[in-house]
């Protein structure tokens, strides 16, 4: 009897009678073991991977930090060089090298040094003692050694990305910029992660409480723990000229504007144009179904973003009406972007995750751009098929699909006559 028929109980008892003992092996038998198999591990690898650092210094007895990994055994000495602990990674004493004082309780590792060379040893109890085989890394090599002959490590190592607002958008695209090498980041936001920011934030229960560029600073450690961070509790429009000395310039650095309304946003564009650096800006309509990218360029003399959404910022508006965005007719206090399901964002941010990696290697000749050459402006996108009633009609001409975006041009018109970074273009 096959297992198809072992699992089919359309078949009347009697037909299967005489197989009833076969079949009580198979179901009690082999099919339970097959599924323990499912869950049982691998037996332990043995092995410690050790930075290239810790190997190179013959000299060095001390602490080491990391993280033993009894289930899998494959330890891992961790941090910039293992001999650090490092608060971002949560790296633990995990043993000791040469002569120095070991944990009190195993389990441990015990490093020893011979003839120059490292050789590592779990203690796993006090009358257990297994040797490791041993692997050495580069942390710096590795970490971006899937970007070769994509993104240049030491090109983006340089670049510096502006987070102005760092909650669920802010924070997402922080994170993409942490993962493609970017070496520098300012964190501006005044705000602490609440329970409801959870479910659409990069951070999670074990932040609540913190400040988010707390938070956010410690998960782009965990990617990449040689990233810069400057970290300001403050609105943009309060952050001193300081806060991006040396790191905001035309070529290394992108302001991004995260922030839930178009005043912060357009604070973000003022400060981008006195450091005379390029400026990105997202923003959702109600619930995320739809959403805009701006994109100002210095060298292309594009217009600024409070001159383009002048009369949206004069206004303080928050309405979007057929054939118009944020028309402002109501004075309904800021602009308040709704974000809905993360889902629903990630479209959005994912468009601005490229944009901003084209801007920062716009003048890497070495770079392919992703989608930065087919855009204006201003791009609007829409994150799904559930639009709202009004407007449908100009939203499915404009947008017929879920997941369309269409760039638009800013009329030079909405230069004001008086502004000081877009006016004498
Ligand atoms: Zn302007």
């Not at 650092?53 to 990391?66: C, I, P, Q």
């Not at 601005?352 to 201003?378: E, G």
Request: aromatic fraction near 8%; proline fraction near 6%; glycine fraction near 8%.
């Amino acid at each position: 009897m096959n297992e198809l028929d072992l699992r089919n109980n359309d078949i009347p008892p009697e037909t299967n009678a005489p197989d009833e003992e076969e079949t009580d092996f198979f179901d009690e038998g082999l099919l339970s073991f097959i599924e323990s198999m499912d869950v049982v591990k691998p037996p332990a690898a043995n092995v410690i991977i050790i930075p290239e650092e810790l190997e190179r210094d013959d000299a060095y007895s001390g602490k080491l930090y990391g993280f033993l990994r009894l289930d899998s055994g494959y330890h891992v000495a961790l941090g910039m060089d293992g001999k650090e602990p490092n608060e971002a990674l949560g790296a633990e004493w995990i043993g000791s090298i040469g002569d120095a004082p070991m944990p009190e309780n195993a389990p441990f590792l015990v490093g020893e040094w011979e003839n120059g060379q490292s050789r590592f040893f779990l203690q796993k109890s006090p009358d257990v003692r297994i040797p490791l085989q041993k692997e050495v890394y580069s942390l710096r090599q590795k970490l971006f050694s899937r970007h070769s002959g994509l993104i240049e490590t030491d090109w983006m190592d340089k670049k510096c990305v502006v987070i102005v607002g760092c909650g669920s958008v802010g924070s997402a695209i922080a994170l993409q910029m942490a993962r493609s090498g970017v070496g520098r980041f300012v964190l501006l936001d005044a705000d602490c992660v609440e329970i409801n920011n959870v479910c659409r934030h990069q951070c999670s229960l074990r932040d609540v409480g913190r400040f988010k560029a707390d938070a956010l600073e410690e998960r782009i450690l965990q990617i990449n723990p040689y990233a810069l961070v400057r970290k300001r509790y403050q609105r943009i429009q309060q952050a001193p000229a300081s806060t991006y000395s040396g790191w905001a310039d035309a070529d290394n650095a992108l302001f991004i504007g995260a922030c839930d309304n178009r005043v912060g946003n357009a604070c973000a564009c003022d400060a981008a144009n006195e450091q005379g650096a390029p400026f990105l800006a997202i923003g959702y309509m109600a619930r995320a179904w739809a959403g805009e990218l701006f994109i100002q360029l210095p060298e292309r003399g594009d217009i600024c973003y409070r001159c383009a959404f002048r009369k949206q910022i004069e206004n303080d508006v928050t309405r979007e009406r057929r054939n118009h965005l944020y028309v402002g007719e109501e004075d309904a206090g800021k602009v308040h972007f709704e974000p809905g399901l993360d889902v629903d964002l990630e479209y959005g941010t994912s468009l601005a995750d490229k944009v901003a990696l084209d801007i920062l290697n716009r003048s890497n000749p070495q770079y392919h751009p992703r989608i930065l050459p087919t855009l204006s402006q201003l791009t609007f996108f829409s994150g799904t098929q559930d639009r709202p009633a009004e407007g449908r009609e100009f939203w499915d001409a404009a947008l017929p699909r879920p997941l369309d975006y269409r760039s638009v041009k800013v009329s030079p018109k909405c230069r004001r006559p008086d502004c000081p970074y877009c006016s004498k273009v």
